[in-house]
């Protein structure tokens, strides 16, 4: 299958779109068709476990170059490093409501769901490609897929990682994971800035000619491990189809039976997964999205007008504190008839003017698969606890954000409407213990491990060893870079050139 840019003028493989990540003129590679399920395909799926159903979603965009064989080797290896035998089980609370846990990977957030296979997809995409420079994985992080990122990457041969993360915008939890980071092959830096100066940064650098030759004449080239990546992307789409069969097979649903989705949203990529495998044909009735204080998408679904003009909150789910969400443009790209300078025009817009605007016609593409909402910080407490109280189930920040806006959304619907709903986890609630105790407790606390063994004490839920053993770690990287350009550029180039590896402090 051919992957083309979403603003025109360059047409590659999945092999070719993986290794590059970005296209060169700046837009998002998308396939040049939607592949579809059959009936008899979804059957068969049924049968199979998670990490199969997986190999089979890839297949369908990347088999004839990557081989099915391989697909499925991949998907095992990356699978069998979660903590759960099913990487994506879903827990149903009540009729008709579920939850899609995906937090069972190495870094406890729904980011290893894609970035435990990535290194697989790029090492066998690089061989197929004939590339024989080393590549190095940029990536800009609002929390999870810094840590994931470094964690699948780790001692890769062949490949280095390095993640900007803003230092007042994420969680105490997320940016001890980073911190301590092992690796030979890594790299961490916090910026003086929201995650949105860290995408911008790491996005210029994509298009930097002459950052790309600098990393050249160090027989090194560059690729992303963000959803803008296609290889990130893919996997995603596998869960939807999972939770629906989960269903299908429990006897919780009907074939065919629409279902919707409730995903808490940041930079897009992630309830996109799920309008991809739409149109692959999942029966999806409605993706909600669901978005935290700083609700740009949210308003976007109301009113057609994307305004990034606006101050950046730090919330209790900061993993969603974004206002430019990259994967929109991909969704653009579709509603607008696969017009590559309307899309294009309107990322120039977004970059010069903060702002733009999609048509009538497009708005009414939109509304037919997508709604948003919007929750409080007030709203995400008392749906965390009311759940709590009523289920005994804890969650996440941003999992909550989510039940908020669910609530929302429920109390709209006709009363005669039961179309089930599956609830999209994103995040373990350890990550996030003193927020998370406090909306189920009122308890407040600083620390984060003591956060940690009250959560423990409240829910009998059990803490991952991933996160406890970070109390006993030594910090690694600490420096904080301004938001400069050619600073973040040349802090780069030097750990490329194998200057910036520090020594963990002593315990």
């Keep these: 299958m051919k992957f083309i840019s979403t603003r025109g003028g360059e047409t ?42 997986a190999a089979f979603i890839l ?42 846990e995906l937090f069972h990977g190495p870094t406890c957030a729904f980011k290893d769901m894609a970035l435990t296979v990535l290194p697989y997809l790029l090492k066998k995409s690089c061989e197929v490609c004939g590339v024989k420079e080393d590549i190095l994985i940029l990536a800009a992080t609002s929390g999870d897929t810094g840590k994931a990122a470094l964690e699948g990457f780790r001692d890769v041969p062949g490949t280095k990682v390095a993640v900007f993360y803003p230092d007042e915008g994420v969680a105490k939890m997320q940016r001890l994971q980073m911190s301590i980071q092992d690796g030979d092959n890594v790299f961490v830096a916090a910026v003086s800035g929201n995650f949105d100066d860290c995408q911008k940064a790491v996005k210029k650098l994509f ?29 995603q789409i596998a869960y939807y189809f999972s939770a629906y069969l989960d269903m299908l097979g429990a006897g919780r649903i009907e074939e065919d039976e629409p279902i919707d989705f409730v995903v808490p949203t940041g930079n897009f990529g992630d309830i996109l997964a799920g309008w991809y495998a739409k149109q692959m044909g999942l029966p999806v009735r409605k993706l909600i999205c669901a978005s935290n204080r700083n609700k740009v998408l949210a308003d976007f679904f109301a009113t057609g007008k994307y305004d990034a003009k606006r101050n950046l909150y730090r919330t209790t789910s900061p993993s969603m504190d974004i206002l430019v969400s990259s994967n929109l443009e991909r969704l653009l790209f579709e509603v607008s008839g696969r017009n590559a300078k309307a899309t ?66 429920q109390d709209r619907k006709d009363k005669k409407d039961f179309t089930s709903t599956v609830v999209v986890s994103t995040a373990n609630p350890y990550k996030f213990p003193q927020d998370v105790l406090y909306a189920l407790s009122g308890n407040d606390v600083k620390d984060s491990f003591k956060g940690i063994k ?28 301004p938001n400069d350009l050619k600073k973040m550029s040349a802090a780069v180039l030097d750990f490329v050139d194998g200057n910036v590896i520090p020594v963990p402090d002593k315990k």
């Design 12 to 53: 590659v493989t999945g092999a070719q779109a993986i290794v590059q990540g970005l296209a060169k003129d700046g837009g998002l590679f998308v396939p040049e068709k939607f592949p579809r399920v059959t009936k008899e395909e979804f059957a068969a799926m049924s049968e199979m476990n998670y990490a199969e159903r």
């Design 59 to 100: 297949g369908k965009y990347l088999a004839d170059e990557l081989g099915a064989d391989f697909l499925k080797e991949a998907c095992e290896k990356a699978y069998a490093t979660f903590t759960s035998s099913d990487p994506a089980p879903l827990v149903k609370i009540d009729d008709g409501f579920y939850i899609l």
């Design 207 to 235: 298009a930097d000619e002459q950052f790309g030759a600098e990393l050249l004449k160090r027989n090194t080239r560059v690729s992303s491990a963000n959803s803008i990546n296609f290889g990130r992307l893919a996997p």
């Design 344 to 409: 294009a025009d309107k990322m120039q817009n977004l970059a010069e003017r903060g702002e733009y605007s999609v048509t009538t016609a497009e708005k009414a593409k939109i509304d037919a698969d997508f709604c948003g909402g919007y929750a409080s910080e007030d709203d995400v407490v008392e749906a965390m606890y009311e759940i709590f109280e009523e289920y005994g189930y804890p969650m996440d920040t941003h999992t909550g954000v989510a039940l908020a806006v669910n609530a929302d959304y």
């Design 454 to 481: 009250r959560l423990n004490l409240l829910t009998a839920m059990k803490p991952p060893k991933a996160l406890t053993d970070l109390r006993y770690r030594p910090l690694r990287f600490k420096k904080v870079y």
